[in-house]
């Protein structure tokens, strides 16, 4: 504890998981110090030194709270006072049903909040072991792409080798090079405002001739003790999902449904690409799903074989890095301690929690816990119903620890849900199925949250 006796929280990352505990944990009465090692330290896909900075627009998802389990995420973490949740609400794109952000403007507001507030030192240069001098409560949140000395002590500290998958990055065209006599704007299903992605359509041919570059590009070599490292399912290169067959694309993020060319309205396209805004000025535009690791180069060359950016200019190319992250439902107790060494928590991506929402809201759990325990109070943990429950439940103790892979947010994490209801002529219980099913378990999880944070409320802030 520090000298004026105010518990004193390290927290090592500056990303979304990292900031978002900052803030909690001041916000419940504790000093904290945050640790970046930007720009001292750089990493493959950082541009900024920035806080809280972002990769993808669209890092947020789906933003309906009743049928998708990353909207329900959302929901728990405005009522519970998320400070990311916030910001990105502030600085947000049109982008139909999802959640997309300014990334330069969610970045710059983050820092801003952290940087201004009282209680928060930001410290920059690399932490390189564990806990920082002189810290009795350290959150490590460095995050997928953990510098490789604190990566090594991490692996000391928990008895267990990291493990690893690659993770790759979009695109992103600058929308005046699209042509728009070829391309348009619409949302599948006319979605949001009906107009949110511009939209490049392939016939038949074309898409052949599309796979067909894809799969024979010179891509990024990988180092040998590299080669056997995953990818994650939910974000794979575009040329790992073509070599899964010619019709993989067709059927992922290229799928032509829920759309009608006005250029051509009776023609139906083979496959459709889809580029999402990316900045508030709607310059730039993301092409929907097209992480790769093929070389500049290549995606270039192929990249302008679509129609409507043959003349396409790329403010970034797609890249590829590496993501580490620990065997968390070994390592970790329900309050997200490392069990070897209890002053150390984890969150955000390292614990294996895959995306920046599920980062951040492990954020927001770690450093309530750090700072109430800090101060000899124990909050308890998120029912199980909730999505913030679900998803801690499933990296502290929920997912076999022989198998353990980084995932996203699903109501396949939580608990199952029977519906009460009877059939008068069979006298049968008959169970939820879809939509129906999604819309009881976020039901069920809202009212498990209001019953939370009305029992507990310095949970709200």
């Known amino acids: 504890m ?78 519970s006072g ?16 999802a959640l997309a952000v300014d990334r330069d403007g969610f970045s710059s507001a983050v820092h801003a909040a952290i940087t201004d507030h009282p209680a928060i030192t930001l410290v920059r240069g690399e932490v390189t072991e ?26 000391r500290l928990s008895g267990e080798d990291s493990l690893a998958f690659f993770d790759a990055i979009a695109p992103i065209v600058h929308k005046e090079s699209i042509d728009f006599d070829k391309a ?57 999902m073509a070599a899964r067959g010619p019709q993989t694309l067709a059927y992922g993020p290229m799928k032509p449904v829920g759309l ?63 993501n580490t992250f620990i065997n968390s439902p070994r390592v970790l107790d329900s309050r997200l301690r490392i069990k070897s060494d209890p002053r150390l928590r984890f969150a955000g991506q390292i614990t294996g929690c895959e995306g920046y929402v599920e980062s951040a809201a492990i954020g927001l759990l770690a450093g ?19 999505a913030l429950g679900a998803l801690l439940n499933h990296i502290t103790a929920g997912a076999d620890d022989k198998s353990f892979q980084p995932m996203n947010i699903n109501f396949g994490l939580f608990p199952p849900i029977d519906a009460p209801v009877t059939s008068e002529k069979t006298r049968k219980i008959k169970k939820l199925k879809g939509k129906e099913r999604r819309s009881a378990l976020s039901a069920r999880a809202r009212a498990a949250l209001d019953d939370w944070l009305a029992k507990h409320p310095s949970l709200v802030r």
Request: aromatic share 8%; glycine share 8%.
């Open 2 to 79: 520090n000298s004026h006796s105010k518990p004193l929280i390290h927290i090592v990352g500056g990303g979304l998981a990292g900031s978002e505990a900052a803030w909690q944990a001041a916000a419940v009465g504790a000093d904290v110090v945050l640790h970046e090692m930007r720009p001292t330290r750089t990493t493959e896909a950082h541009q900024t030194d920035r806080l809280a900075e972002l990769v993808c627009s669209n890092s947020f998802r789906s933003d309906d709270a009743e049928f998708n389990a990353v909207g329900l995420l959302h929901e728990e973490m405005r009522l």
């Open 130 to 155: 564990l806990p920082p001098d002189g810290a009795e409560h350290t959150i490590v949140a460095t995050g997928p792409l953990t510098s490789p000395a604190l990566a090594e002590a991490i692996a």
């Open 184 to 240: 348009w704007f619409q949302s599948r299903y006319d979605k949001g405002d009906g107009a949110d992605y511009i939209n490049c359509p392939l016939d038949g041919a074309q898409y052949e001739a599309f796979i067909e570059a894809i799969l024979s590009a010179d891509q990024i070599s990988f180092h040998e003790w590299e080669e056997n490292t995953p990818y994650f399912e939910g974000c794979l290169p575009i040329e790992v």
């Open 368 to 386: 309530r816990f750090a700072a109430f325990e800090a101060s000899g109070i124990e909050i308890p943990l998120p029912p199980v119903e909730t």
């Open 260 to 322: 009608t060319n006005p250029h051509a309205p009776t023609q139906k396209p083979k496959a459709i690409v889809q580029l999402r805004q990316d900045n508030a000025l709607g310059t730039l535009y993301n092409i929907v799903g097209f992480q790769t690791k093929m070389r500049h180069g290549e995606q270039t060359r192929i990249f302008r074989t679509i129609p409507g950016l043959e003349n396409a200019k790329f403010a970034r190319l797609g890249g590829l890095h590496r």
């Open 82 to 97: 998320s400070l990311i949740m916030k910001i990105a609400d502030a600085n947000r794109l049109p982008a139909g049903g």
